[in-house]
């Protein structure tokens, strides 16, 4: 019953226009209070005011960095609820994706779109993850596909792009999972795997988030890697 409560509670915190407008902004990452003062259209009073009561519920935390206050959704965990939230919404709504977003964008930490799935794909080809042992049909209704396990060849070829497996498996929360997306209705790689994946792509310079959207932009240099590692990107 404890755990209910807890989890109604979260609920109701999210439960609100607004707050859900925050909470959808800050799965692009960490942002500041003034670009969510510019993407609700609400006094930043009234923004902060929100932004206290997440705060009080765990789903938000602040830092600061210089003179700015950060916010960022706590945990991974609250992404996935959105993304889940979201994807029964789309059932019943015509979906509003760009081509952009279709092509390349993040899901909090990790890559999504055509991007996220071929890269997925690629990974299962050449042996670093193990495919998924989930019904084609599961697949389509299922938000999250569970954990996914490493292949044979997962040392050499995460290592050849400078990811730290083990660094990813010490992180505390789920190693390596499928997300079901939303858009190719196929898994991408998320977990910490997945987002020590994008991260060591960004600092390759292969693909480059643009600010203030989730839209992922992958750089020349970034398709001549991803096409050695054996992923083809359209034109």
């Keep these: 019953m404890r755990e209910q409560s807890a989890a109604v509670e ?33 006094s930043q009073s009234k ?3 929100h932004l206290a009561l997440l ?3 765990a789903l938000v935390r602040a830092t600061k960095q210089g003179r700015q206050v950060l916010y960022e959704v706590r945990d991974p965990a609250v992404v996935e609820i959105m993304e889940t939230l979201l994807r029964s919404a789309r059932r019943n709504v015509s979906p509003q994706a760009t081509p952009a977003l279709m092509q390349a964008r993040c899901c909090y930490d990790h890559l999504a779109g055509r991007l ?12 670093a993850i193990a495919d998924l042992a989930v019904p084609a049909a599961t697949r389509k209704v299922r938000s999250g596909l569970g954990p996914v396990s ?4 997962a040392q050499p070829v995460f290592g050849r792009l400078g990811v730290d497996i083990e660094a990813a498996r010490r992180a505390k929360r789920q190693f390596a999972t ?36 989730r ?18 990107l359209p034109g």
Excluded at 150 to 153: D, S, V
Excluded at 185 to 206: E, I, S, V
Excluded at 215 to 232: D, F, K, Y
């Design 10 to 42: 979260l609920l109701q915190a999210m439960a609100d226009p607004v707050r859900f407008a925050l909470l959808e902004r800050m799965t692009s990452g960490p942002v500041a209070v003034s670009d969510l003062v510019a993407r609700t259209g609400h």
């Design 47 to 49: 923004v902060s005011n």
């Design 55 to 57: 705060r009080r519920a």
């Design 116 to 127: 996220g799935v071929g890269l997925f794909d690629t990974l299962v080809a050449r042996k």
């Design 150 to 153: 490493l292949g044979p060849a």
């Design 178 to 213: 499928a997300c079901l997306d939303w858009t190719e209705n196929r898994p991408h790689l998320g977990g910490a795997l997945g987002a020590a994946l994008l991260a060591r792509l960004q600092a390759l310079g292969w693909v480059e988030r643009v600010r203030g959207t």
């Design 215 to 232: 839209v992922v932009r992958v750089s020349t240099r970034g398709r001549r890697g991803l096409s050695e590692l054996g992923l083809q």
